[in-house]
């Protein structure tokens, strides 16, 4: 079978309803946003060496979580996955009460449930850039009123320009902090701010690189009506092959998002093993304190190194490289070190971006950059 074509631009301004098509498409054609939305395109390469490209837990998650992995039974595999469990147990984690939460496939599909939600065609939803792609895409399967407000080249978050921007036709806010790929943060009073500012709009803050940070408006959930945290267990928790993501704000909001949801949407594996990971905060806190000491190890590599940087409150950080960056990517992976190359986000040309992990793997981060960068005579 042939590929699907999409529609040129003049045939998009026909596709509407009642219109007559002569020649009709030889395929079924894809509704015209699906036409219109970005792709997300991740490196397909074989990711067997140094993983400090995507921001993952680069070590292991909790002891606890393989101890509750090897009571698993076949049994158990043969069962619907059902989330009440789960998300009783992950409420009361974080003092909160289980219609306030929902747990979903990462959050790629905690952003993707949002816009399903709340977004009409003529509606408008609004981020800063350079941010998470996954926001472009889920926002343009429901219309293509994205508002972009570009950062300048410090990457810190354009508040007043962002206020401004927040129109009557603003449903959905997005703001990452840390922002990824930036490291950048958002306080909390102007992200209170920020809803206040448009009580008619969902206000969604994702917090998915929030212990490596600290502060939090998880806390303000409910009290905040227009307000929900995104938090995922890829990073700190270490559970990125098992997709778990949570949502986390007021009751009658959270029921328009479930209702949006797959009953079974997540992995019945996942929500065993979620208690256990939760449970384990000595081993959390000694991943995070890994963390924190190995990025300031590489933020002051690259001050020694010449190279700059932004500084960041994440598990990665952001350097310039500049016209040699796909070189500089290909030279380390041959090294058996992965970085991520970010010039084809908004603002970061010449950008490339590098995780933390723990610290034996910081050394051989830093080993491998240090020779890379002399033998590329930079």
């Keep these: 079978m042939s590929a699907i074509t999409p529609l ?24 015209r946003r699906v036409l219109a939305a970005p792709e997300y395109h991740p490196p397909l390469a074989a990711r ?12 292991a998650p909790s002891p606890r979580v393989l101890e509750r992995l090897q009571q698993i039974t076949a049994a158990d595999l ?16 974080f003092g ?27 509606d408008e939803a609004l981020i800063a850039t350079p941010t998470f792609f996954m926001y472009d895409v889920s926002v343009g399967m429901m219309t293509g009123n994205l508002r972009r407000i570009q950062t300048d080249e410090t990457f810190a ?31 909390r009073d102007y992200l209170l701010q920020l809803a206040a500012a448009a009580p008619y709009a969902v206000l969604f803050v994702d917090e998915a690189y ?50 949006v949801a797959s009953p079974y949407n997540v992995n019945g594996i996942a929500l065993d093993v979620l208690p256990a990971a939760l449970a384990d905060t000595a081993y959390l806190n000694w991943y995070v304190d890994q963390v924190r000491v190995g990025r300031d190890r590489i933020q002051s590599a690259l001050t020694d190194l010449n190279v700059r940087f932004w500084p960041s409150e ?16 290909t030279r380390m992976r041959d090294k058996g070190v992965l970085l991520r190359d970010r010039s084809s986000d908004p603002g970061c ?27 590329m005579h930079w």
Excluded: W
């Excluded at 067997?48 to 070590?59: K, Y």
């Excluded at 043969?78 to 984690?93: G, M, S």
């Excluded at 401004?164 to 306080?187: C, Q, Y």
């Excluded at 994440?314 to 990517?329: D, K, M, S, W, Y």
């Design 8 to 31: 040129s631009p003049e045939q998009l301004s026909e596709h509407t309803p009642g219109h007559v098509h002569d020649p009709a498409p030889s395929l079924p054609q894809p509704r």
């Design 210 to 259: 929030f212990h490596f940070h600290g502060e939090t408006t998880l806390p303000d959930v409910g009290r905040i009506p227009n307000l929900i945290v995104g938090r995922t267990f890829s990073k700190a928790f270490g559970l990125a092959n098992l997709r778990l993501g949570m949502l986390a704000g007021n009751a009658d909001l959270m029921h328009a998002v479930r209702k």
């Design 157 to 187: 978050f354009p508040q007043q320009r962002f206020l401004d921007a927040i129109t009557p036709r603003t449903k959905l806010i997005m703001v990452a902090s840390p922002n990824n790929p930036t490291g950048i943060t958002v306080s």
């Design 78 to 93: 043969t069962i619907y996955p059902e989330r009440e469990h789960a998300e009783i147990a992950t409420a009361a984690h």
């Design 96 to 122: 909160l009460s289980p219609d306030q939460v929902l747990l979903t496939n990462g959050v790629d599909e905690a952003i993707h449930l949002l816009c399903l939600a709340f977004l009409e065609e003529e």
């Design 314 to 329: 994440a598990n990665f950080v952001l350097f310039e490289i500049g016209p040699r960056h796909a070189e500089l990517v």
């Design 349 to 375: 040309n010449g950008l490339v971006r590098i995780t933390v992990g723990i610290e034996d793997h910081v050394t051989r981060g830093l080993t491998a950059l240090r020779e890379t960068l002399q033998e």
């Design 48 to 59: 067997t060496a140094l993983r400090l490209d995507f921001n993952e837990n680069t070590f």
